[in-house]
């Protein structure tokens, strides 16, 4: 279980090997390694027939590529701080997922600060924090996750 280290931006720190409670403003934030990406095919056909005996068919085909985009300002920004010193190990950039919010966020709501693998496949690592700005997550992913 990782532990926000005592002095860091003054926030409170869990010293007990015991589940604590955490406030309700808490945040469990749970992060895939897998990418993901949703692509979007749109196709368009249009024919145009002249007064004449002859016919004139255009087509267009157009695909575009989408990343779906569901994070706040606070959420982009841990990414980022994980992603910086990921990319000092040459490990992929992470990928926001729904699904594992969904599962962050009914882990969140039980008000336990461990860290819970059995919820949902369990097939997903784990940082815990709370009560944390945003302009201090760059300070606690680097010195608590990244430099414990």
Do not use: K
């Not at 926000?4 to 007990?16: D, H, K, L």
């Not at 009914?106 to 949902?120: G, K, V």
């Amino acid at each position: 279980m990782a532990h926000v280290p005592p002095g860091i931006g003054g926030f409170p720190t869990s010293t007990s090997a015991s589940p604590s409670t955490l406030p309700p403003s808490s945040v469990t934030v749970i992060v895939s390694v897998t990418s993901v990406t949703t692509s979007t095919a749109l196709t368009t056909s249009t024919t145009i027939t002249a007064t004449t005996s002859s016919t004139i068919t255009t087509s267009t085909s157009t695909t575009t590529n989408t990343m779906v985009e569901t994070q706040t300002p606070y959420v982009r920004t841990i990414i980022r701080h994980h992603d910086a010193h990921r990319a000092n190990h040459s490990a992929p950039a992470l990928a926001w997922s729904d699904s594992l919010a969904g599962t962050a966020q009914s882990i969140a709501e039980t008000c336990i600060f461990q860290h819970n693998t059995t919820a949902d496949s369990g097939d997903y690592g784990q940082n815990i924090v709370a009560g944390v700005p945003e302009n201090q997550m760059g300070i606690v992913v680097t010195d608590t996750f990244y430099n414990p």
